[in-house]
């Protein structure tokens, strides 16, 4: 059975596949064009996924990206889908981000002159496909600001914590079915196998990150427990939100690899939110357990 807002559908399908090309262009700059290809009722889909180029050698720890790329918030939203270690992303991703936002834009990044790792950046993009059908929107579509953070506790040690604000200027729009449904009673999150853009989205969200990671000697590659948790809070529904109107997602997991070809992980999703129909809410409630 099909994930609420997955992108994996029933049966043998393709799952998210990348054709991927990178590499430097002159001294200064360097280029990545990626396209991803995946199923969606019986037909393969193919999107253009990433086409930036950025800075390689501007001072003082800066870099600039412009072009088509995934927002570096979060743990996984900058990381292909096919590099996950589950099948379908936790229901903080398929809820607020559509599963993988990526975008138009532009991104400053500054990387601090510190001993331990400290990033900070600036992303604007046009919003569209954090939320494709909007009712009203202004320009830029979305602001994002984020903070990483990261060292190494001695050889087998490591950790990664991680902050996120995200302005979306887009608000969804809301179709006649929407209302229909929620005469009728049933969950519309769950009628929607196929992500497209985020089913929960708001004027403001904030996202939390914290992961940390033992490999002994620093060996990730032959044995590695990974333990990872997200929180995300979406506020300004739509003009009709009241302050406790909001979307709330955390994730956990843990991962263990005990050999360079073999690895089990268990997760823990919890999604609450509130799914606008014209003026009011309903509750939505979803949980799950997954295991790889």
């Not at 991803?36 to 999107?47: C, L, T």
Request: cysteine-free.
């Amino acid at each position: 059975q099909p994930l609420a807002m997955g992108q994996r559908e029933k049966g043998l399908q393709l799952g998210h596949s990348d054709i991927s090309a990178a590499g430097p262009l002159g001294r200064s700059l360097s280029a990545r064009f990626t396209v991803a290809s995946h199923s969606h009722d019986g037909k393969v889909e193919g999107e253009l996924e990433e086409a930036y180029v950025q800075t390689r050698n501007l001072p003082a720890g800066l870099q600039l990206r412009v072009g088509r790329f995934p927002s570096q918030i979060g743990y996984l939203n900058e990381q292909h889908p096919h590099a996950d270690d589950f099948v379908e992303r936790p229901l903080l991703y398929r809820a607020f981000l559509g599963g993988h936002w990526f975008d138009d834009g532009v991104r400053v990044n500054w990387t601090a002159p510190t001993p331990f790792y400290l990033r900070t950046g600036l992303e604007v993009f046009t919003g569209k496909q954090l939320v494709q059908e909007a009712a009203s929107s202004s320009s830029p579509g979305a602001i994002a600001l984020s903070v990483k953070t990261g060292d190494d506790w001695g050889t087998s040690n490591s950790w990664q914590l991680g902050a996120a604000w995200v302005r979306t200027n887009r608000e969804a729009a809301l179709h006649e079915e929407d209302e229909e449904g929620a005469e009728g009673g049933h969950d519309h999150a769950h009628d929607h196998a196929h992500a497209h853009g985020a089913m929960f989205s708001g004027r403001d969200m904030v996202l939390l990150d914290a992961a940390w990671k033992w490999a002994p000697d620093g060996n990730n590659r032959e044995r590695q427990l990974k333990v990872v948790g997200e929180w995300a809070k979406v506020s300004g529904i739509n003009r009709y939100a009241q302050s406790n109107d909001v979307h709330e997602a955390s994730s956990l997991m843990a991962v263990w690899r005990w050999s360079a070809a073999w690895e089990a992980g268990v997760r823990m999703d919890w999604l609450k939110a509130r799914s606008p129909h014209g003026g009011h809410f309903h509750n939505v409630r979803l949980q799950e357990q997954s295991l790889m």
